[in-house]
C-alpha cells in the first residue's frame, strides 16, 4: 500500500513526497509532530492494512504538521481499487484534486499476483532479486517498474562480476521500462544508472534531473545525481 501511494502521488504538481529512506525507520509510536519537523514536510499520512483473502481493508489518516488529523477514513477492496479511491481522498484532502494523476494500475501493475512478486523482490537481498522481478514479469511483461527495477538488480550484478553482458541486460530492461511509460521516475532513473555505469556521464545527468523534476523528493535520484557531479569533478 505504501508503495502503491507513493507511486500514483510522487509525480503530482506540488507535492513532494519525502524520501522512503527517511521514513521507513520512523517507530509508529512517534509524535506526528516530531516526525513533520523531522521530515521538513505539512502533511503526514499514517494508517494500517488488513489482508482477507485478495481483499486489503486499509484505515488512512492524514495529519498537518502541527498535529491536529484533518482526515480519517477506512476503505475496503481490492488492493488496486482501495489505494485509488485512497489517492482520490488525498487529493481532496491536500486540495490538489484537479490534479493530473495517473491510477494505481497505471503506475505499477493491474495484476494483484505480478505486483506481489515485485513487492516481495523489493524486501529480498536489499531489492537486489533479480528472479523476483523475472517472476513479476512472466505474469505483466508490460510492468513498467518491474522492469526497471530489474535493471537496477543487474546492475547490482555487474558490479559484482563485471561480466559485460549483465550491463548489456540492464540496458536493454532499462530501455524498455522507459519505452513502457516514459514517465515513470523508477524508469528514468535505471536509465540514468545504466547510462552512468556505461560512461555516459552527460546523458546520465539528463536522466536523474528529469526524475527529479517529476518526484522532487526521490533519494533515490538525488544520490545518483550527486555520483553524476562527482563523476564530473563538480
Not at 189 to 213: D, M, P
Request: net charge negative; glycine share 6%; charged share 25%.
Amino acid at each position: 500500500v505504501t508503495d502503491g501511494l507513493i507511486a500514483s502521488l510522487q509525480t503530482v504538481p506540488g507535492l513532494a513526497i519525502a524520501p522512503y529512506a527517511n521514513i521507513r525507520e520512523i517507530k509508529e509510536s512517534t509524535p506526528v509532530k516530531e516526525i513533520a519537523r523531522d521530515l521538513g514536510v505539512r502533511w503526514i499520512i499514517r494508517g494500517n492494512v488488513n489482508v482477507s483473502g485478495e481483499n486489503v481493508t486499509v484505515t488512512t489518516e492524514v495529519y498537518s504538521a502541527d498535529g491536529a488529523q484533518i482526515y480519517k477514513q477506512t476503505l475496503s477492496g481490492s488492493p488496486v481499487a482501495t489505494l485509488d479511491l485512497i489517492r482520490r481522498d488525498v487529493l481532496q484532502v491536500l486540495h490538489v484534486e484537479k490534479a493530473s494523476t495517473k491510477e494505481t494500475e497505471q503506475v505499477r501493475t493491474p495484476s494483484v499476483d505480478a505486483y506481489k512478486l515485485y513487492l516481495e523482490a523489493r524486501n529480498r537481498q536489499e531489492g537486489w532479486d533479480v528472479e523476483g522481478n523475472l517472476e513479476a514479469l512472466r505474469i505483466d511483461p508490460d510492468f513498467a517498474a518491474a522492469r526497471a527495477r530489474l535493471a537496477m538488480a543487474l546492475i547490482k550484478q555487474f558490479h559484482d562480476s563485471h561480466a559485460p553482458s549483465l550491463l548489456g541486460s540492464a540496458s536493454d530492461e532499462a530501455n524498455r521500462a522507459v519505452k513502457l511509460d516514459s514517465e515513470l521516475p523508477e524508469a528514468i532513473i535505471a536509465h540514468g544508472i545504466v547510462q552512468l555505469e556505461s560512461g555516459n556521464s552527460a546523458e546520465a545527468k539528463n536522466s536523474f534531473t528529469r526524475a527529479l523534476r517529476l518526484a522532487p523528493g526521490d533519494d533515490s535520484a538525488c544520490n545518483h545525481l550527486a555520483d553524476v557531479y562527482s563523476s564530473l569533478g563538480r
